[in-house]
């Protein structure tokens, strides 16, 4: 999208504001096409409330804290689905059994959970590696009410459950009529909270803690705090997985890297 000088100056002014108040913004991040196509339709939104003035929607951002938050919330709604990027979830399949073994409980915790994708495809992987061994906890938690509300329903379109193993679908998925849902017997280890990445996670501590495209939002200061966060929210022998995209940020920080399997790496504190 190519923008006019008028429109990267607003731009600019508004992820300066983001950055300040919310934690969002483009400072090591770099700005997505999408993320700068959402930005530029919520101006456009504003201005008919400005007399058509980009900058005069920058100024009711600046005077109304609320419609900020708004924006800030619009652009870190993210996409989420079961088992994003297979290579991770292989991993982490292959490596829970053996690497818990022997312990009372695993807690593990999916960060910026949206609509609990990630969360229930946590549970499935714990329940299959230790549901006879070991109890376990999954917890997700998100800054949107709206979404922890669709992940406490555990309902979703087929499409939307398309990645599932066919393993894990037979076993924890139920076809009713035109929606796909999770099985009861997952719902008593799983739980959703809403809560702020920048807050930290729950109190407690996490053997295994997933916060995928999360920190694409956050610029250095605000990923800085939010990766610092949930380190030290981790047990011994925890680790931290992020998004491959993301690993280069993660990694920039000095935080310790292990390999989980070629090309797979976690973070310890």
């Known amino acids: 999208?190519?923008?006019?000088?008028?429109?990267?100056r607003a731009h600019a002014t508004v992820l300066e504001l983001l950055e300040k108040r919310h934690g969002v913004g483009a400072k090591g991040a770099g700005v997505s096409a999408w993320m700068e196509a959402r930005l530029d339709r919520a101006l456009d939104a504003l201005s008919c409330d400005a007399g058509g003035s980009l900058e005069g929607a920058v100024e009711l951002l600046r005077a109304e804290p609320g419609r900020l938050e708004e924006i800030a919330e619009r652009l870190r709604v993210g996409e989420t689905r079961f088992f994003r990027d297979v290579p991770q979830w292989d991993a982490l399949r292959a490596t829970v059994a053996s690497r818990f073994a022997g312990r009372d409980r695993v807690r593990a915790l999916s960060v910026g959970c949206s609509t609990g994708e990630e969360g229930w495809s946590l549970a499935m992987v714990l329940d299959a590696a230790l549901g006879r061994t070991a109890a376990y906890r999954v917890v997700g938690m998100d800054r949107s009410?709206?979404?922890?509300?669709?992940a406490r329903a555990g309902s979703y379109s087929p499409s939307q459950t398309s990645h599932v193993p066919r393993d894990l679908a037979e076993r924890y998925l139920t076809q009713q009529s035109d929606t796909v849902r999770v099985a009861e017997a997952l719902a008593g280890s799983v739980s959703f909270v809403a809560r702020d990445a920048m807050v930290g996670p729950p109190p407690?501590?996490?053997?295994?803690?997933?916060?995928k495209n999360l920190l694409i939002y956050f610029g250095n200061e605000a990923a800085?705090?939010?990766v610092s966060l949930m380190l030290k929210s981790l047990a011994d022998g925890g680790?931290?997985?992020?998004?491959?995209s993301e690993v280069p940020r993660v990694k920039a920080l000095g935080h310790a890297v292990e390999e989980l399997a070629p090309g797979i790496v976690v973070f310890r504190p």
Not at 145 to 150: F, K, L, T
Not at 204 to 211: Q, T
Not at 239 to 244: E, I, P, Q, T
């Open 239 to 244: 680790f931290l997985m992020v998004a491959k």
């Open 204 to 211: 407690g501590h996490y053997e295994i803690v997933l916060c």
């Open 145 to 150: 009410e709206a979404a922890i509300a669709s």
């Open 1 to 8: 999208m190519s923008l006019s000088a008028e429109r990267r």
């Open 224 to 226: 800085e705090r939010a």
